[in-house]
């Protein structure tokens, strides 16, 4: 019992022991608080300074570059289809996919002995109508003929008749005779009558027999022409596809044999929204007449043709929204049927505007320009245009103004910053540059040396690359290339 009760002794100054111990670590504790207080009340802080990338607000015209994808088509292309059934006898050695024809070129010939059969018969047909038409006619005159003798006959008779009625008037003839006479008058005027009968007979054989001709004449010329239709030419200069009969092959009547494409007729079809529709019409509703390109990526290199905005599609579709624009190239070297490709129109251009990174604007509209003592200053402005990455403003007040290309949550109205690239011009719509010697012969290297571009792509290129203001995009696609 005595042990317990020392036992209990023992932990209770051992407890009181520790929060002694406590209480002065919290009183030294303290102390050091108000003391470093007191040292830092008494020096004073220094003002963060921001680092910030700037440029220069420049007023100028700025031209929007509208950005779409569409599809290339040909807006000339004759499918070859045969006019009658027959069997291919004969296919030339250009008849085949992707070979390139010229207007009149023969592609492929059918089997001539059924055509040439039927034009026998036609033309035997054709000469006996023109040897019935003949006789016909011949008949007619002989009618006419035969006709004029019993005319002629008819008025002798008819004389003698009024002679022996003279006679007998006279008391000199007898009736018997004026009888006889009579009856030889009347049968006269009978075969002249009969006789003129024979001439309409011959009359409408003749008319039959112009028919006759006529219809062998037509029979002759439809004969004609399927002889012709044997062989299947090209109707105009372009490339073939879809080729598929050869020699031995027993066509159809309108069998689709291939297709002509003409290469150098080709539209592009892309689809805009309303609003991207509503910025390429011109106040009379028509369509703007900026520079329009159509870009293909050809792996190394793009390859970029020119055009015009054409027209625009008839109804929006089923199912469909916007418009359906179709542009019109002008040189489509390098581009086929079924390409996908970029579509980049010149708008309309913008007076007193900059282009600017769209990163300089807030979400609220806004851009931080650079005020006294490099203190930010939010201001409003407008925006014309969102291009890509960079937005178009109306610069009016701000005009000569550094603003902030980058904004980040460090930065906002009155703070203070470093600025970085002053002076810079807002216009960054430049597109070409131009090239030193020794980086335009690295660049024609570079294309040279590549043995996957396609010829017709290369000499595009390199055409471009000879020019004194050469793409910047196809300068950083090389760049790419080339791991720079």
Known sequence: ??????????????????????????????ALRARSAENAQAMPQEE????ANVMTLTPAEVTPVLTAFGEVQSRKTLELRAKRAGTVVWVAEEFKNGAAVAAGTPLLRFDPIPAQEALALARANADEAAAVEAEAKAAVSLAQDDLAAAEAQALLRRQAFTRQQDLATRGVGSSQAVETAELAASAGDQAVLSRRQSLATAAARVDQAVVAVTRAAIALGEAERSLAETELRAE???LLDGVTPVIGTLVGPNEMLG???DPQALDVA????TAQFGVLLQPDGTLIQGAVTAVLDAGPADISVTGRLDRVGASVGEGQTGRLVYVALNVAQG??????VTVRVDETALADAALIPATAIGGNGTVLAVGPEDRLQELPVEVLRRQGNDV???VGALAGRDIVTERSVLLGDGIRIRPVGRGATGDLALTTVTLTAERRAELIALVEANVEMPAEAKALVLEQLQAD?????LIERLDRRMGG
Do not use: E, K, W, Y
């Open 335 to 340: 581009l086929r049927p079924g390409d996908f």
């Open 236 to 238: 105009f200069a372009g």
């Open 1 to 30: 019992m005595r042990f317990f009760g020392r036992s209990l002794t023992g932990l209770f100054l051992f407890a009181v022991t520790l929060g002694l111990l406590g209480l002065a670590v919290a009183l030294v504790a303290d």
């Open 259 to 261: 297709r002509i494409v």
């Open 48 to 51: 963060r300074v921001v680092t």
């Open 469 to 473: 203001q050469v793409p910047v995009h």
């Open 392 to 394: 178009i403003i109306a």
């Open 270 to 273: 892309m689809r805009l929204s």
